[in-house]
């Protein structure tokens, strides 16, 4: 099975950024796909962004649109999440996710079957 590891979460003043990393074990056993998610305290878990490791295409959910990057490094086996201009509603455990995913990628927890352990992101105002 595919291990996946998170790093790169901390704490951060609102306005402030973080750039989250994704280390795949075995970058060709992985899919397609690999997303990050993030869940608070007492709320469901989030799709935040996707990406499709074989074109680089990406999508973001509405709420980090134009503040968070997803990108890929094929040669590293890793995923990043360039986090800017964090706000009080984005602390969050944030995780890493992979998959096959037909429709090139997915904000949809249930598109994956690898999941790192997260990494934990807070913000301060």
């Known amino acids: 099975k595919v291990q996946l590891v998170e790093s790169g979460g901390g704490s951060v003043q609102a306005g402030g950024s973080l750039r989250l990393s994704c280390r795949a074990s075995d970058y060709t056993h992985i899919g397609n796909s690999m997303a990050w998610f993030r869940q608070a305290p007492g709320k469901e878990r989030e799709g935040v962004a996707a990406?499709?490791?074989?074109?680089?295409?990406?999508t973001y959910a509405d709420s980090v649109k134009g503040r968070f990057t997803i990108s890929r490094d094929n040669v590293e086996n890793t995923v990043y999440l360039q986090m800017n201009d964090l706000k009080a509603e984005d602390p969050a455990m944030y995780y890493c996710?992979?998959?096959?995913?037909?429709?090139?990628?997915?904000?949809?927890?249930?598109?994956?079957?690898?999941w790192g352990p997260g990494t934990q992101v807070t913000v301060s105002s």
């Open positions: 996710a992979a998959g096959h995913v037909p429709s090139r990628w997915s904000l949809m927890g249930t598109k994956y079957n690898n």
């Open positions: 990406i499709n490791t074989n074109i680089g295409s990406t």
